[in-house]
Each structure stands twice: as C-alpha cells, then as structure tokens.
C-alpha cells in the first residue's frame, strides 16, 4: 500500500527558477490536497482539488499554482521561486472533504537560495 | 480571525504515565476536531476526530474531548510507551459557506523510559 507518494524528497533551488512538485495517490481518493508547514506553524492549506479537473485556493494560494489532470495526481508549481517559499510541503487526500480523515505524503523539503 | 493554541513547549513523561495534551481556541466553535501525530520527517498520521456534540471519543490508548463551553480539546494517551514520542497536531473544521480545516501548530511528546 503506497498511500500518497510525493517527489522529490528533496529540493534546493535559487530564487527565480521554477519547478514542481508531485502528488500520487493510489486510495481512489477524490479529494487533495497541497500544504506548507513552516516552524512553529500549523500546516497551512495553499491549494486543493475536489475531483478530477478541479481545482481551488486556500489559505496561501500566491506564487503557486496547481494542476489535476488525472484523479490521483495532483501537482504543485511554484512558477519563479522566492526564499519566502522555503518550506516543507505535504499533499494529502481524503475520500470526502476535510471532515473526513486525511492521508499524507511525507513530504517535500525545498530550500530556496 | 481564528485562532488554535497548543503548547509549544515539549511534553515530557515517564513511560507507564498518561499523557495529556491540550488543544485551545478561540472565536467560533468547529463543527469537528481532528488530531493527528507526525513523526520526525514523515507526514501527519490520522488518529480521533470528535464532533462538535460529541463529549469524548476513544480508541484503544486514545481518548479525546470536546468541551466547546471552555473551547479546548483534551487528548490523552494513557499507559504511555516510548514509542508514543512524536508531535500531535489539532485540526480544527468550521463549516458554514466552505468547510475549511485549521491546524494548530503542535506540541511534541517525548515519553522517557
């Protein structure tokens, strides 16, 4: 059972580059989701995905955008990387929306120059 | 705006003990409460959700409660085992116009043999 597998694990990048980040769920899952946790910080929502070809903001949606073109993958792009967005970010899934437990990825630690 | 409060300051506890972690916040009451447990450098892990009219939930070791009156959330883990040690995460759902979860920011448990 894979669960959610993010790639990469790790990433360090210099301000003004681009990349993205991926999130694979195999659960069948309609919801997703794409977090950052900063220190001493709850995880915070950036975007999500109520089903296949959907998706809406969150809480820190800025300088990042998303794409679900297939059911279980859900990507995350920054288009020109700034330090602020140094951080680690989870994706995670749910059957039904946030009421319903989520299942995470462990992670991508990117670090921005 | 909504606020969640869990102690920033470790917890530490002789094994055998209970364990009691607190979760608190302010304004509107959630509709629902999670709490998960992350593990050094792997994603938050689902444990208990409570409702809203809901006092206490269990399982197994696990118990939580919900007393929206002094809008706090109590988790316990009794007979606490070394293996426990990880950071535990509140997450709190409003609904209302669109469901969105909050996360406090943690309080780490370290349980000493």
């Known amino acids: 059972n894979a669960g959610v597998t993010q790639t990469p694990k790790f990433r360090v990048l210099k301000t003004g580059q681009s990349m993205t980040l991926l999130c694979a769920q195999d659960?069948?899952?309609?919801?997703m989701y794409w977090y950052r946790q900063d220190p001493g910080m709850g995880l915070r929502l950036i975007h999500y995905s109520v089903g296949e070809g959907t998706t809406a903001k969150g809480e820190v949606p800025d300088g990042y955008n998303v794409s679900r073109l297939k059911k279980q993958n859900f990507l995350l792009g920054l288009e020109s990387a700034a330090p602020s967005q140094t951080s680690v970010y989870f994706c995670?899934?749910?059957?039904?929306?946030?009421?319903?437990?989520?299942?995470f990825g462990d992670g991508t630690r990117l670090s921005i120059l | 705006s909504q606020k969640i409060e869990q102690n920033s300051e470790a917890l530490n506890i002789q094994e055998g003990k209970t364990a009691t972690l607190t979760c608190n916040y302010t304004n509107y009451s959630p509709a629902y409460l999670q709490w998960y447990r992350q593990d050094p450098g792997r994603g938050p892990v689902f444990l208990l959700l409570i409702r809203e009219n809901e006092k206490e939930k269990r399982k197994e070791r696990l118990k939580v409660t919900f007393d929206t009156t002094l809008k706090q959330s109590l988790f316990h883990i009794t007979a606490s085992q070394p293996a426990d040690s990880a950071t535990y995460l509140c997450?709190?759902?409003?609904?209302?116009?669109?469901?969105?979860?909050?996360f406090g920011a943690g309080t780490r448990l370290a349980v000493h043999p």
């Open positions: 997450a709190l759902l409003f609904s209302g116009g669109y469901n969105k979860l909050i």
């Open positions: 995670a899934s749910s059957y039904g929306g946030q009421v319903q437990p989520q299942h």
């Open positions: 659960m069948n899952h309609e919801y």
